[in-house]
Antibody, heavy 118, light 106 residues
Framework: EVQLLESGGGLVQPGGSLRLSCTAS????????MSWVRQAPGKGLEWVAG????????FYVDSVKGRFTISRDNSKNTVDLQVNILRDDDTAVYYC???????????WGQGTTVTVSS | DIQMTQSPSSLSASIGDRVTITCRAS??????VAWFQQKPGRAPKSLIY???SLHSGVPSRFSGNGSDTDFTLTVNSLQPEDFATYFC?????????FGGGTKVEI
């Protein structure tokens, strides 16, 4: 079964850091780009970051550039999102998703919740 | 960045109705649009890719259309399980961008 499982969320103070992780199973992980998408409470979806299949190329939405870092380990089938200098508006459920090229984001994890609050 | 303007933001419909949701891109994006369904507390589910292709297992009452800047998602004969929020996504250009969502209510 194709599956993505996120972990690492939690409650953190403004200015703090977390490392979110997504573990993939059931498909050839190293063949696909991966993305992180977030959803603030009661709001829509926001794409946050993406990484190529090899890990050589990364992309970010402007609001997280310089604060978030996406990386992957194809030997462990994991994609991580290091989130630093957290702000109140980073509070959201963070989903990882498999980027299947023309087929779009065809597999999503169940999400991990990040709450930024003092 | 490419903006995706989705409308309406919400709609009320009845079982058996046909509903259409629209997304307009601020720039030409060819056919690189996907549509997702999301239910409360759940992850999004991919319905359509490349503007008009259904993912495996998606009922045929869902259909997508459009190219360049104007795209639609149509649900024919709305079923109880279709009441949810729907999002479009452009994946032609980074940063990828979603529409604001359409909540389909009874």
């Amino acid at each position: 079964e194709v599956q993505l499982l996120e972990s690492g969320g939690g409650l953190v103070q403004p200015g703090g850091s977390l490392r979110l992780s997504c573990t993939a199973s059931g498909f050839s992980f190293s063949s696909y780009a991966m993305s992180w998408v977030r959803q603030a409470p009661g709001k829509g979806l926001e794409w946050v970051a993406g990484v190529s299949d090899s890990g050589d190329t990364t992309f970010y939405v402007d609001s997280v550039k310089g604060r978030f870092t996406i990386s992957r380990d194809n030997s462990k089938n994991t994609v991580d999102l290091q989130v630093n200098i957290l702000r109140d508006d980073d509070t959201a459920v963070y989903y990882c998703a498999k980027d299947h090229g023309l087929y779009g984001m065809d597999v999503w994890g169940q999400g991990t919740t990040v709450t930024v609050s003092s | 960045d490419i903006q995706m303007t989705q409308s309406p933001s919400s709609l009320s419909a009845s079982i058996g109705d046909r509903v259409t949701i629209t997304c307009r891109a601020s720039h030409v994006i060819s056919f690189y649009v996907a549509w997702f369904q999301q239910k409360p507390g759940r992850a999004p589910k991919s319905l359509i890719y490349a503007a008009s292709s259904l993912h495996s297992g998606v009922p045929s009452r869902f259909s997508g259309n459009g190219s360049d800047t104007d795209f639609t998602l149509t649900v024919n004969s709305l079923q109880p399980e279709d009441f949810a929020t729907y999002f479009c996504l452009q994946y032609n250009t980074y940063p990828l961008t979603f529409g604001g969502g359409t909540k389909v209510e009874i």
